[in-house]
């Protein structure tokens, strides 16, 4: 007769390829008295970081032990994620704002158990989650979905497509031969998505350009002491590279109401949409020197996120803030064409004109480009990420190509989108890309 598990122990991985990329998770339960596999979980789950995976495979075998136990259980965690396990065990703070609803997900579980220890082990020694994960991560590829024992079948994500906003399945299923019943689920937290078309002054789609990379002068100093020019003159310095992020997702950009000076914060996609920003910003070639940000706390929450794995601290800068749009906060479009009808339309045509109560572009140009001369002569040949908002960017872009304000009606820039301007000490400044979403696929 068999006797019956008293405890248990979890091993659980995620991975990422291309952090954020194509993502799946892997969970393996076992008696901890003998090493017996009694359950596994894996799972694709779309456009995702390597933290948010390893969260992900966490909560897969905690679920999978209360299926198997049940409340009350005995169970130790072991995994190769050391922020988890750290996090989990309550010795590092959650920073980042992205992972705190899956660590509060895997802590609701946690409670239900007994809680022995929480192990970081090397690589080498989570090999079965791991090779779980990579499972589901392949299957994926190939438009199939994990299933226990290796095999695969039905539909998955393709490579790169972010999960669906509505949960999808991740089952815990019983190892084959081991009796045991596994077959919890759990919701998919949303991948970043670049959303709906939120810009209220949209006048079609502009395809991006190119992927903004740090400086290319910047690094070539970095690495030889010597600098390219941009054009026929070599610079006389390295230049200042000025990288623009647009915050993430709110519920009025979601709604595509005007929000200028209101403090919405970011929704879940939005703080997904931050975290693969900082991912992305966080490696080479960027290298960021400096985080300033709109006080807005939109901004503020998307900086923190990319200072917070860049190693930098934020810097609020107040002229960074969105337009003051007056009586029109809050409303639609359609609602300000209703209500303030002549208003609306002296506000598309000239950029002097205000709306009720609210700042002109004109004037809010004024504070943002003296924001600009403060940023590239305190930060002369560094990388600086500036967070802000669609008009302050649309300024510093229309400035750049000495463009008229008028300009600001023929661009359009997505949520959390990266731009780049290349400042010289010789004159020029370089516009090397514009609206680059590719961190969001």
């Not at 076992?30 to 596994?40: I, Y």
């Not at 007994?114 to 299957?139: K, Y």
């Not at 359009?412 to 590719?438: M, Q, R, W």
């Amino acid at each position: 007769m068999t006797s019956p598990v008293t405890s248990y122990v979890i091993e659980a991985d995620g991975g990422s390829r291309g952090n954020p990329g194509p993502a799946g998770y892997g969970a393996v339960v076992k008696d901890a008295s003998d090493g017996q596999v009694l359950a596994e979980a894996a799972e694709a789950i779309g456009v995702a970081t390597n933290n948010v995976a390893e969260y992900r495979g966490l909560i897969a075998g905690l679920r999978a032990v209360l299926d198997l136990g049940g409340d009350g259980a005995r169970v130790a965690v072991r995994m190769d994620s050391k922020l988890v396990v750290e996090q989990m065990a309550g010795r590092w703070k959650i920073k980042n704002e992205g992972l705190r609803p899956l660590a509060a997900e895997a802590g609701t579980l946690v409670r239900r158990l007994r809680v022995t220890e929480w192990t970081w082990i090397p690589r080498e020694r989570n090999s079965h989650a791991d090779r779980l994960a990579n499972e589901a991560m392949d299957a994926a590829a190939k438009g199939l979905t994990w299933k226990a024992g290796g095999t695969t079948g039905g539909d998955a994500p393709a490579p790169g497509t972010p999960a669906p906003g509505a949960a999808t399945s991740g089952a815990a299923a019983p190892a084959a031969g081991s009796g045991a019943r596994a077959s919890g689920t759990g919701a998919v937290r949303p991948a970043p998505t670049t959303g709906r078309q939120t810009d209220l002054l949209d006048a079609g789609d502009i395809s991006e350009l190119s992927a903004p990379t740090a400086s290319v002068a910047t690094a070539q100093a970095r690495s030889t002491g010597t600098a390219k020019g941009t054009g026929w003159a070599p610079p006389t310095r390295v230049a200042t590279s000025l990288l623009l992020l647009r915050h993430g997702e709110t519920e009025l950009s979601l709604e595509r109401r005007f929000s200028g000076l209101g403090d919405a914060e970011l929704t879940a996609n939005g703080l997904a949409q931050a975290s693969a920003a900082a991912a992305r910003l966080s490696r080479d070639p960027y290298r960021l020197d400096v985080v300033v940000t709109s006080p807005l706390k939109r901004a503020r929450q998307t900086a923190q996120a990319v200072a917070e794995q860049a190693g930098v601290e934020v810097e609020v800068l107040e002229e960074l803030r969105e337009a003051d749009f007056g009586a029109w906060e809050g409303h639609t479009f359609t609602e300000v064409q209703r209500r303030w009808p002549a208003e609306l339309t002296a506000w598309l045509a000239d950029p002097d004109v205000a709306p009720p109560g609210g700042e002109s572009f004109a004037e809010t140009a004024r504070r943002v480009e003296a924001a600009r001369e403060r940023l590239v002569e305190r930060y002369e040949g560094k990388t600086v990420l500036a967070v802000s908002h669609v008009t302050p960017i649309k300024l510093l872009l229309r400035d750049a190509l000495l463009a008229p304000l008028q300009a600001l009606y023929r661009m359009h820039l997505d949520l959390a989108c990266l731009s780049l301007i290349e400042y010289y000490a010789d004159g020029p400044a370089v516009v090397k890309s514009f609206n680059d979403t590719s961190h969001l696929r």
